[in-house]
């Protein structure tokens, strides 16, 4: 044990290089640019101590002076400081704390702007395999921790180093020979708190993993409360929330055990403190070596040393948790998305898009192609229809080509470009997209259709919307297109947020088009007008269509069949019908009816 307490104590010097490098981390990135505003606390803070120290000097002279002197005008006198004492510190507490909640204000926006930006630019790939309740943790534990390094904690160390410095040059000033037999009481303080503040730090570990636990199975059960309800399955979600629970009660209970150590382990050696200080005190006073006074401020300079040194143990344990937090946001922080811009890449400047997939191979497990040897290319105007088993890659093609995802071999061109050399955000403002699961903010209808052309006049917003077939059922809500959808459209039918995605894909006019079953919230009625709507849409834009109801697709002019990852078939419907094969079979399933001749366009 001893070897190991000595060894906790030395620390490793890898560990040691690691920590200040956090330390020197957090300064730069959250300290330093605020720094004026923790000058300032800082500066406060020492004077608001001194204030403090300076009463326990006023006490030595009012029972020096004042009592044992007997000097009434002395103790009006140090009456009146004893105000002014505790008066400045008041003032000087009340600066610090408007001065470092308007830094730690600053700080903390600043900090989660840059989170909040680096959220938005990673890959999709890690919010599917993370999860959302970890990235939101990264907002309030971790960030919520490394802030405190910088404004509480700071703040705190600097008070409380303050105070205990100044207490203890007084218990030196006032009885030097008390305190060289009080040193001998240090180590025996020192080596349980060490041991203390590891266990705290392990505790701390797995207490942050607890955390994403919790966040995680509070946000996915929130996200899917329909499917819960519809599959009465409330008591498995509340079994499954009160599992990670148990696991963050012991958690915390067990860092409640090692804190709860503390208090009494420091006050119990206080004790011994100031039972050998009053022993010593009796003899020093009655040989004279010191006054009663001077024995009376050291008493109370001992005593108001405990709380800083106290504090200062459990503001270690806080540096050591915000110091894991930090290591974690700025691991992620560190995360680089594969999908960025590659040096010397520039903007779509053509209308006019064709859009060629060359040997194109993707898989998103290791070992699990979803996409094999993939080649189409489609001519700047054409549509091109993708059908075929769900399953099949129709979807993935659609992901490849706005970057969501980079094709593992093979390679995407448009105007036979590789699209990898064209900046991010050229690729997808030159693409609208129109899905079956469709997402819309928590916004108004005005702006969810808005979106894609921030810059829209409300004229511009109610003639795609118009042209959607959405107007009408937007002004039969009493505010109109000022209407509030809810979280994800919720407030809306699924074909009400259909409508509003493709009002949303005309408004913002881009000549690549991609629709993923885009009617298919929609009823007969309402599918065989937006389909009129679309096909002027097309008109001119290469598109491309994901469609299982094969009636919306039999005047493309190209389909392709998709199974199994692979292009099996490529033909007009005609063609195709003519083949007898896989689209021939998916075609009489719907309907019995032979092709007409397609006549060009």
């Known amino acids: 044990m001893a070897s190991k307490i000595k060894s906790f104590i030395k620390g490793d010097q890898n560990n040691k290089r690691v920590k200040w490098s956090l330390y020197g981390r957090v300064w730069r990135e959250v300290g330093k640019p605020f720094w004026k505003w923790l000058a300032f606390g800082i500066i406060f803070t020492v004077l608001a101590a001194g204030a403090e120290a300076y009463t326990i000097t006023l006490v030595q002279q009012v029972v020096d002076k004042a009592f044992i002197g007997k000097s009434m005008t002395a103790i ?22 408007l001065i470092m909640s308007k830094g730690g204000l600053l700080a903390s926006a600043r900090l989660q702007n840059k989170i909040f930006s680096h959220l938005t630019q990673m890959n999709i790939s890690r919010f599917y395999g993370d999860g959302i309740g970890k990235s939101l943790n990264y907002f309030t534990v971790q960030s919520t921790a490394v802030l405190n390094l910088v404004t509480n904690n700071i703040i ?79 008591e498995r979600e509340q079994k499954n ?20 150590l503390r208090s009494p382990l420091m006050e119990f ?6 039972c050998i200080a009053m022993i010593m005190g009796a003899h020093f006073i009655a040989d004279g070596t010191i006054t009663t006074g001077d024995f009376t401020a050291f008493l109370l300079a001992l005593t108001a040393a405990y709380k800083p040194a106290k504090s200062i143990t459990s503001t270690g344990d806080t540096i050591q948790h ?38 194109v191979s993707f898989e998103y497990n290791e070992n699990d192609p979803v996409l094999k040897n993939i080649n189409l290319t489609v001519p700047s105007g054409r549509v091109c229809a993708l059908v075929g ?77 118009q042209a959607a077939n959405a107007d009408e059922f937007i002004n039969e809500f009493p505010n109109g297109y000022d209407t509030i959808v809810g979280e994800g459209g919720a407030l809306l039918s699924g074909g009400q947020k259909q409508r509003i995605a493709i009002a949303r894909a005309i408004l913002k006019d881009a000549p690549i088009l991609l629709l993923d079953e885009a009617t298919s919230a929609l009823d007969t009625h309402s599918e065989k007008i937006i389909q009129s709507t679309l096909n002027k849409l097309m008109r001119g834009r290469t598109t491309f269509v994901i469609a299982h109801r094969l009636s919306t697709i039999l005047d493309a002019d190209m389909i392709c069949v998709i199974k199994n990852g692979k292009i099996v078939e490529t033909g007009t419907d005609s063609e195709l019908y003519k083949l007898n094969g896989e689209y021939r079979k998916l075609r009489d399933i719907q309907f019995k009816t032979k092709p007409t001749k397609k006549t060009k366009k």
């Open 269 to 274: 050696m206080i004790s011994i403190g100031l």
């Open 389 to 465: 088993p769900s399953g099949g890659g129709k979807t993935t093609l659609f992901n490849l080509l706005m970057r969501f995802y980079d094709p593992q071999t093979g390679k995407i061109t448009i105007n036979k470009t590789d699209i990898k050399k064209y900046t991010l955000k050229s690729l997808r403002d030159n693409i609208a997209d129109v899905s079956q699961s469709v997402f819309l903010f928590n916004g108004t209808i005005a702006d969810n259709i808005k979106y894609g052309c921030p810059n829209a006049t409300d004229e511009m917003v109610i003639a795609a919307a």
């Open 156 to 234: 705190k160390v600097v008070q409380n180093v303050a105070t205990l410095a100044m207490t203890l040059a007084l218990m030196v000033y006032y009885a030097p020979q008390m305190c060289l037999v009080l040193l001998f009481l240090t180590p025996a303080i020192v080596i349980p708190m060490v041991l203390i503040m590891r266990k705290r730090r392990k505790l701390s570990r797995q207490s942050f993993g607890i955390a994403n636990n919790v966040t995680q199975q509070i946000n996915q059960t929130l996200q899917g409360i329909k499917t819960v309800q519809a599959f009465s399955a409330q």
């Open 241 to 260: 929330f009160a599992r990670v629970m148990d696991d963050s009660i012991n958690n915390a209970y067990k860092s409640t055990q090692v804190n709860a």
């Open 322 to 359: 915000g110091l894991l937090a930090a290591e974690i946001l700025f691991d992620f922080l560190d995360t680089k998305p594969d999908i960025i811009d590659l040096p010397g890449a520039k903007d779509i400047k053509s209308k006019k898009l064709s859009v060629s997939f060359n040997n």
């Open 76 to 97: 009006y006198w140090l009456g009146i400081q004893v105000i002014m004492a505790f008066g400045a510190k008041g003032v000087f507490t009340y600066a610090k704390a």
